[in-house]
């Protein structure tokens, strides 16, 4: 399909990469003090990139070839900028898109009251304008470039309340945390020019499938970005802090898009990790392991959104291991492709029906906390489907999605991964078994606290439906909460047509009825076991009838905090110390008092050939005479 007004797709894709950059300029440079402006021109933009994506990547037209122009030259070091634009890249860019246009639209609602509305949206407009530069970008350094700039933009949007002492903090440890695994990232970045001489994804992936050694401490280092970006453990404590930021920045940053940035990144550079099968075996067991320490820590909470965000955790965790289970050998595969990229498909699939469903829910929470006055306590809710029906009936979409009700999108995401578990690893497929049934768990949880039942606070007893700039995105995110899981067949062909098949051809299926059968069973066990608990909801269930068990989750949720508080708090109060010494010794010892000492003896010694006596003076002046004239004679 030929593109419109006659563009070339290299400039279609570099105006959707543009358009936000321009709107945050504008913004910042003429709209500062025009909040509601501002938010209009912000939210138009972020259609007309969502227009520009879509055209791409419906369109058919692929950027393959080589795309880029030369921008810095140190020695045999260039830094080029280049666009790469397959079914990959398509796939993430439509994902950034819609979810990004969603949130703008919700937002105009949500931040209506908000005094700073335009650094607001101009912060997601800088925020989209580096999420789609990670997404185009053909080689690492400038995946890097647009990297820093999105934890740059979180930082942002996380710190937007910045009067709260509690967001300035989480925006500081969100910033913090991140640049430890992108410092990992950078020498990863670097230790690839220095083997390969490229850092090109192309002559990258070409090196690896064609037979290079790859050795296993390049794609961890590469790793370390993505645990950091995508909050793996033991990077992964700053994704529940960062929950101080407005609502719709959660869905859109640490929901949907940034965070799967990390897992976006890894499937750019899965030849790699191919190449180098123990790298990703530390991949598949550091996945797994967050998605059942997430999945423990979310049935603790009472916040909304920190239940939401332990949830996502989870789900990133799901996609990690998916990766790290790697590749497959399929029989069913068409000829001459014996080998199914299955991780990186399970992966990207997951993600995908994952950016759909939880940013609905993100929404959906926003929703309710703005129809129940900022009130964010799940045990002061209830009652909220007879006040909120619209917000109810979508946000039981998202929690049957992500819990796997069959036909639903969550469904066949989850189940693929499942399946390629059971497939290359027993213990991990028991594992993420395990939390598959916890998810169910605590979503119902949440779900019936929140919507059933009565009244339990003056907050939710004068709750109120949302108005339709926040009930329209809802809507259209539960529908892509349905269909989006709708890859193959005639649904899929009304879906997505055949413009991903590039991604999805890789995703592993699962044969017969036991898919079907084991996701009923998951679904029944743990939404079956959240009712049975939390029948009276005033208090929390689980804390009073299992007390041991609640104590111990509580303090699994605390124990990374509480060793980086203790540790990193001794370390840099030593280090302060020893700061602080070497200070005193160098700076204001010896290159303060030290110069002051010599000089003032040099000024005692000048002041003792100063005394005022012309005898003294014509001696002085005749040895002077004498020295230079010894001097002239040799």
Known sequence: MPLPFGTSPIQLALLVLLLPLASATLIAIALRRQGNIAALFST????????????????GVRITEPASVEWLRLGDFTLSLGFRFDDLAALMLSIV???????HVFSLGYMSDDGAKARYFGGLSIFMFSMIGIVLAD????????????????????????????????????FITNRVGDFGFLLGIIACHAVFGTVNLSQLAALANGGAAVAAFIP??????????????????????????????SALIHAATMVAAGIYMLCRIEPLFAAAPDALDVVMWIGTATALYAALCAITQRDIKKVLAYSTLSQLGYMVAAFGLGRIIDPEAPAGQTVLLAGLGAAMF??????????????????????????QDIFKMGG???????????????????????????FYSKDAILHLAQEKSQPVFLILLVTAVLTAFYMVRMWKLVFLGSTRSHASEHAHESGPSMIIPLAVLALLSVAGGWTTGRLGSLVYGSHFDGVWSQIPHAHGASVLLMSVAILVLGAGLALAFY???????????????FTLLAALKNSFDGVYNYYVGKVQQRFALLLNGAEMLLLSGLAVRGLAGVTGLFGLAARALHTGSLHAYVYWFL????????????
């Open 220 to 249: 961890m280092l590469l790793f370390c970005g993505a645990i950091g970006k995508s909050a793996q453990m033991p990077l992964h404590v700053w994704l529940p802090d960062a929950m101080e930021g407005p609502t719709p920045v």
């Open 97 to 103: 898109g819609v979810v990004g246009v969603c949130v």
């Open 535 to 549: 029948k009276s909801a005033p208090t929390d269930s689980l804390e009073k009838n299992a007390r041991p068990v």
């Open 623 to 634: 040895i002077g005479a004498g020295l230079l004239w010894a001097l002239a004679a040799n």
């Open 384 to 410: 909220l489907a007879k006040k909120m029906p619209v917000t109810f009936i979508t946000f039981t979409i998202g929690v049957l999605a992500i819990s796997g009700l069959p036909f639903i999108s969550g």
């Open 44 to 59: 138009l933009v972020s259609v007309a990139i969502v227009a520009g994506a879509l055209t791409l990547a419906f369109s």
């Open 350 to 375: 997951h993600l995908t029906t994952h950016a759909f469903f939880k940013a609905l829910m993100f929404l959906g929470s926003g929703s309710v906390i703005h129809g129940c006055h900022h009130e």
């Open 139 to 174: 080689n690492l350094f400038m995946i890097f470039i647009f990297w820093e700039l999105v934890g740059f933009s979180s930082w942002l949007l996380i710190n937007h309340f910045c009067d709260k002492q509690s967001a300035a903090d989480a925006a500081k440890k969100a």
